[in-house]
């Protein structure tokens, strides 16, 4: 019986202990405060200026390339023979014409060159005419049998002997006589002096360089072009050249293309002809040329400030069902006036685009467009894409 009374107070009073675990229980549970649902992002607000869709346009091609400018018809005028340079006439700058003699060399050497070679010649013919004479004399006594036919053969060979050394002697007579005449300073073109190379008094040897003289009637332009833009070019068109120092550019034609790409470059050398009546221009003054191509095809284009660009591929961010996308694209042509770039592939007439450049943008966030002036919630205008 007390077994009984103490197995039935054990059950109640785990009964009171359950009883009691399960108040603290879901008094504790009462007082835990409720876990709060994180507020959604706001959506990214964009005036509709900021908008824009691909617009077809044609884009006017535009190749360009640099260089000096040189002067085609420039001449060195030459010692043609050894000798003290007695003076010149001309200085740097001045201006000279064709056939004008510039200056006198000292040619007393070559006049006595002349006269030894003339004395040589002399000598010559008078070998040869005895040798003639000998020759006829022989002949008449071979026909009456006085001498062999060896003898007459000997008087020959001598006589074609003595012919060859005169005619030799009168040859180098004849060029020391052309050098004579060609020793004085002549100038074949007419220019400006350019430079002068020997001074009065300075002994010069023959092929010294004494005077540059410059025709600057006519300039060129030399340029590298590429090789995937000159198939464009052709000779005979016309290009606009700025040089420095003169604001108006002038009109200059394509003279000539080089047949083959420079090697390691892959460029190829486009050369242009200026007329320059007035030289105004000089010889060695930097020219930027400018071709312009125009284009007869509509092409897809978009602002130059709507692409960015991530790791060499270039992008742009477009508002799609409400969300921002980065969207790769193919570009073609540049249009650097109006600053609009065309897109071969990646987009269509209807896609929206931002066309400003924004920091902070990230692929995924809500995008709405708003119809009037509004600010921006998370993105900043700036000058860098992401």
């Known amino acids: ?17 359950l009883a009691g675990g399960a108040a603290v229980f879901a008094t504790s549970k009462a007082e835990a405060p409720a876990v709060k649902k994180a507020p959604e992002k706001p959506a990214l607000q964009f005036q509709a200026s900021e908008v824009v869709k691909p617009t077809p346009a044609s ?15 420039t001449v060195i005028v030459r010692a043609k023979a050894s000798g003290s340079l007695v003076h010149l006439a001309v200085a740097e700058g001045s201006r000279v014409r064709a056939g004008e003699t510039l200056g006198q060399l000292d040619l007393e050497e070559l ?50 002997s003595a012919r060859g050394q005169m005619l030799s002697a009168q040859a180098q007579l004849g060029t020391s006589e052309v050098l004579l005449r060609q020793a004085g300073l002549v100038t074949p073109i007419s220019g400006i002096v350019s430079k002068r190379h020997a001074l009065p008094g300075e002994k010069v040897a023959a092929e010294q360089q004494v005077l540059t003289i410059v025709d600057l009637s006519r300039l060129e332009l030399a340029g590298q072009v590429g090789t995937h833009e000159v198939g464009r070019l052709k000779p005979g068109m016309s290009v606009l050249v700025r040089v420095e120092g003169f604001d108006e550019p002038v009109t200059a034609r394509i003279a000539r293309i080089a047949p083959a790409a420079e090697p390691g470059t892959r ?21 930027v040329a400018r071709v312009e191509l125009p284009d007869d095809k509509q092409r897809l284009t978009v602002p130059a400030t709507a692409l960015g660009s991530i790791s060499g591929q270039e992008h742009v961010w477009v508002i799609d069902n409400g969300a921002l996308l980065r969207r790769i694209v193919t570009t073609g042509r540049r249009d650097p006036r109006e ?26 966030d809500k995008a709405a467009i708003l119809p009037g002036k509004a600010t921006v919630a998370s993105a900043v205008a700036s000058g860098t894409a992401q």
């Not at 009984?4 to 107070?9: D, P, R």
């Open 1 to 17: 019986m007390r077994k009984k009374w103490l197995i039935g107070g054990l059950a109640a009073a785990a009964l009171v202990v």
């Open 59 to 73: 884009m006017p091609a535009l190749i360009e390339f640099s260089g000096p400018l040189v002067a085609p018809n």
């Open 111 to 160: 006049r006595h060159r002349v006269a030894e070679r003339n004395a040589g010649l002399e000598s010559a013919r008078a070998m040869y005419e005895q040798s003639e004479r000998q020759f006829k004399a022989n002949q008449g006594l071979a026909s009456q049998n006085f001498i062999a036919p060896t003898a007459l053969d000997n008087s020959r060979a001598a006589l074609e």
């Open 267 to 287: 460029s190829i050398g486009v050369t242009l002809a200026l007329d320059n009546p007035g030289e105004r221009f000089r010889a060695g003054q930097y020219a």
């Open 339 to 364: 600053r609009r770039v065309e897109i071969v592939a990646g987009l269509t007439p209807q896609t929206q685009v931002l066309g400003a450049r924004f920091d902070n943008l990230k692929e995924g």
